[in-house]
Protein backbone atom coordinates (compact mmCIF):
# COMPACT_ATOMS: atom_id res chain seq x y z
CA UNK A 1 0.00 0.00 0.00
CA UNK A 2 1.09 3.66 -0.92
CA UNK A 3 1.36 6.33 1.40
CA UNK A 4 -1.53 8.37 -0.83
CA UNK A 5 -3.65 5.15 -0.77
CA UNK A 6 -3.77 4.95 3.03
CA UNK A 7 -3.89 8.40 3.81
CA UNK A 8 -7.09 8.36 1.14
CA UNK A 9 -8.25 5.37 3.45
CA UNK A 10 -7.66 6.71 6.96
CA UNK A 11 -8.91 10.07 5.87
CA UNK A 12 -5.78 11.71 7.86
CA UNK A 13 -2.04 12.77 6.50
CA UNK A 14 0.97 11.05 8.42
CA UNK A 15 4.34 12.34 8.34
CA UNK A 16 6.95 9.60 6.61
CA UNK A 17 7.90 8.39 9.49
CA UNK A 18 5.13 7.33 10.78
CA UNK A 19 3.78 5.84 7.42
CA UNK A 20 7.34 3.88 7.35
CA UNK A 21 5.76 2.45 10.99
CA UNK A 22 2.43 1.41 9.55
CA UNK A 23 3.93 0.04 6.49
CA UNK A 24 5.84 -2.33 8.41
CA UNK A 25 2.54 -3.07 10.76
CA UNK A 26 0.39 -3.63 7.38
CA UNK A 27 2.97 -5.64 5.61
CA UNK A 28 3.11 -7.92 9.08
CA UNK A 29 -0.49 -8.67 8.62
CA UNK A 30 -3.01 -10.44 6.14
CA UNK A 31 -5.43 -7.65 6.00
CA UNK A 32 -6.52 -5.81 3.52
CA UNK A 33 -5.89 -2.52 2.78
CA UNK A 34 -9.27 -1.65 4.17
CA UNK A 35 -9.51 -3.67 6.80
CA UNK A 36 -6.26 -2.76 8.12
CA UNK A 37 -6.93 0.74 8.28
CA UNK A 38 -9.85 -0.01 10.01
CA UNK A 39 -8.41 -2.16 12.75
CA UNK A 40 -5.76 0.20 13.27
CA UNK A 41 -8.41 3.44 13.49
CA UNK A 42 -7.92 3.61 17.19
CA UNK A 43 -4.42 3.85 16.91
CA UNK A 44 -4.75 6.54 14.17
CA UNK A 45 -6.52 8.42 16.84
CA UNK A 46 -3.60 9.03 19.10
CA UNK A 47 -0.87 9.94 16.66
CA UNK A 48 -0.17 13.37 16.26
CA UNK A 49 -1.12 14.94 12.82
CA UNK A 50 1.78 16.57 10.82
CA UNK A 51 2.36 19.76 10.82
CA UNK A 52 1.39 21.66 7.86
CA UNK A 53 2.63 24.58 6.43
CA UNK A 54 0.53 28.18 7.33
CA UNK A 55 -0.05 29.98 4.26
CA UNK A 56 0.64 33.26 6.21
CA UNK A 57 -0.29 36.53 4.34
CA UNK A 58 -0.81 40.59 5.15
CA UNK A 59 -3.58 42.16 5.73
CA UNK A 60 -4.51 45.63 5.68
CA UNK A 61 -6.60 47.25 8.24
CA UNK A 62 -7.88 50.89 8.50
CA UNK A 63 -7.59 52.61 11.35
CA UNK A 64 -10.86 54.60 13.16
CA UNK A 65 -10.93 57.03 10.97
CA UNK A 66 -11.41 55.05 7.90
CA UNK A 67 -7.41 55.32 6.57
CA UNK A 68 -5.14 52.55 5.82
CA UNK A 69 -2.16 54.82 6.08
CA UNK A 70 -0.63 56.11 9.66
CA UNK A 71 -1.20 59.24 10.86
CA UNK A 72 1.90 60.45 8.72
CA UNK A 73 0.92 58.88 6.03
CA UNK A 74 3.78 56.39 5.51
CA UNK A 75 3.32 53.01 6.42
CA UNK A 76 -0.20 50.86 5.90
CA UNK A 77 -1.61 48.99 9.34
CA UNK A 78 -0.84 45.49 8.50
CA UNK A 79 -2.10 42.54 10.36
CA UNK A 80 -0.47 38.85 9.58
CA UNK A 81 -3.00 36.30 9.06
CA UNK A 82 -3.13 33.03 7.97
CA UNK A 83 -5.20 32.22 5.18
CA UNK A 84 -7.44 29.25 5.36
CA UNK A 85 -9.54 29.45 1.95
CA UNK A 86 -11.73 31.59 -0.32
CA UNK A 87 -15.29 31.61 -0.33
CA UNK A 88 -16.79 30.90 -3.19
CA UNK A 89 -20.34 31.93 -2.65
CA UNK A 90 -19.10 35.88 -1.56
CA UNK A 91 -15.70 35.87 -2.98
CA UNK A 92 -14.11 36.66 -0.10
CA UNK A 93 -10.59 35.18 1.68
CA UNK A 94 -11.31 33.16 4.87
CA UNK A 95 -8.80 33.92 7.44
CA UNK A 96 -7.82 33.30 11.00
CA UNK A 97 -5.23 35.01 13.44
CA UNK A 98 -2.16 33.88 13.95
CA UNK A 99 -0.36 32.15 16.80
CA UNK A 100 2.61 33.54 18.85
CA UNK A 101 4.83 30.61 17.30
CA UNK A 102 3.93 32.27 13.78
CA UNK A 103 5.17 35.36 14.66
CA UNK A 104 8.42 33.51 16.04
CA UNK A 105 8.94 32.03 12.87
CA UNK A 106 8.57 34.97 10.97
CA UNK A 107 11.34 37.00 13.00
CA UNK A 108 13.25 34.32 12.78
CA UNK A 109 13.08 34.20 8.84
CA UNK A 110 14.09 37.85 8.82
CA UNK A 111 10.00 39.17 7.82
CA UNK A 112 10.02 42.85 9.05
CA UNK A 113 7.12 42.65 10.64
CA UNK A 114 6.03 46.38 11.82
CA UNK A 115 7.16 48.65 8.61
CA UNK A 116 5.87 47.95 5.18
CA UNK A 117 4.20 49.03 2.11
CA UNK A 118 2.88 46.27 0.45
CA UNK A 119 0.13 43.74 1.99
CA UNK A 120 -1.92 40.60 0.10
CA UNK A 121 -5.29 41.76 0.75
CA UNK A 122 -8.01 44.65 2.68
CA UNK A 123 -9.69 43.76 5.81
CA UNK A 124 -12.89 44.26 4.05
CA UNK A 125 -12.23 41.77 1.63
CA UNK A 126 -11.66 39.05 4.07
CA UNK A 127 -14.19 37.10 6.63
CA UNK A 128 -13.03 34.49 9.48
CA UNK A 129 -13.87 30.81 9.86
CA UNK A 130 -17.10 31.28 10.81
CA UNK A 131 -17.91 33.30 7.67
CA UNK A 132 -18.37 36.41 9.42
CA UNK A 133 -16.96 39.87 8.93
CA UNK A 134 -13.75 40.65 10.37
CA UNK A 135 -13.88 42.54 13.74
CA UNK A 136 -11.06 44.98 14.69
CA UNK A 137 -10.09 45.48 17.92
CA UNK A 138 -8.62 49.31 18.16
Request: net charge neutral; aromatic share 12%.
Amino acid sequence: MMKSEFENLAGRAVTNEQYRAIETLYMSSNLEKAEFVKSIRTMLKSIPQPERKKDIKRMVVRDKSGYRKTPNGCYYHIKYVELVDIDIKTGKYIIKPLEEKDFERLAKDGYDLNLDTWFDFDYEDCIDEKKKPIELNY
